[in-house]
């Protein structure tokens, strides 16, 4: 519990996130290139979910507190559709942006580079390995947006955006068939967002992923179960029609 005296002296990084969040997300509220897995709520959960890491007994006062809010909020800066070839490119484009908007507000220059390190690394198809601990939450937090039950609306919106079937009519486990989340957006779940926990950088992100997993793996599951091919996506025998 906090006591009287902090909450009558707030931590200086309690005052720069006071002073920093509202004009950092003032920089993206409006973007009109954001789609619906993609806008400023996503990045208010991409915040919450760093806090959460950031106040973790492993990483408590450890991090730059400011370096992952401005992070956390200009990742996603440059808007690239999923199908794109650019979009391996994204991350780095979005640090670059990022640079400019930030200078752009007066923003610290001596974290300007942190900053841009973790957004160019938080991307899954970038393939940047986080080389701060900065950058390690970033992804974390992230990539916890895209597991558990909004993760899971979020693949179902983009999937839709692109026009791709939900799941495979016949086989949606695919355990007969190659994974091809370019076609179905079911694969994706299992092509990438399973495979999530195991690689969060941080014990506390891994400990919320695998929380927030099961939802996905029981969608899977229901999706063998109710369209009864026999086998679900885990492995499990379900009864046929009666």
């Not at 179905?184 to 506390?204: C, F, G, Q």
Request: some cysteine; charged content about 25%.
């Amino acid at each position: 519990m906090r006591s009287r005296e902090e909450d009558a002296h707030p931590s200086p990084a309690g005052d720069a996130v006071a002073t920093w969040q509202p004009r950092l997300r003032a920089l993206v509220v409006d973007d009109p290139a954001a789609d619906s897995a993609h806008d400023i709520h996503h990045l208010d959960r991409v915040w919450a979910n760093a806090r959460s890491i950031l106040n973790a007994p492993d990483h408590a006062g450890r991090a730059d507190v400011l370096v992952v809010l401005a992070a956390a909020y200009l990742h996603d800066c440059v808007a690239v559709p999923k199908d794109s070839p650019d979009r391996p490119r994204a991350s780095r484009m979005a640090a670059e942006r990022a640079t400019e908007l930030l200078r752009g507000i007066g923003f610290p220059a001596d974290r300007l580079a942190a900053v841009a390190h973790a957004i160019a690394a938080h991307s899954y198809s970038a393939g940047i390995p986080p080389e701060t601990l900065e950058a390690e939450i970033l992804q974390d937090a992230d990539r916890l947006d895209a597991v558990g039950a909004i993760g899971l609306a979020r693949t179902i919106a983009v999937g839709a955006e692109l026009g791709r079937p939900l799941f495979h009519p016949t086989d949606p486990a695919a355990r007969h068939r190659p994974v091809d989340e370019a076609t179905w957006s079911a694969d994706h779940l299992m092509e990438k967002i399973v495979k999530l926990p195991a690689r969060m950088n941080t014990a506390a992100g891994r400990a919320l992923a695998e929380r927030r997993i099961r939802i996905v793996h029981d969608f899977l599951d229901g999706l063998a179960e109710e369209t009864a091919t026999g086998e679900t996506a885990t492995g499990k025998t379900v009864p046929g029609p009666a």
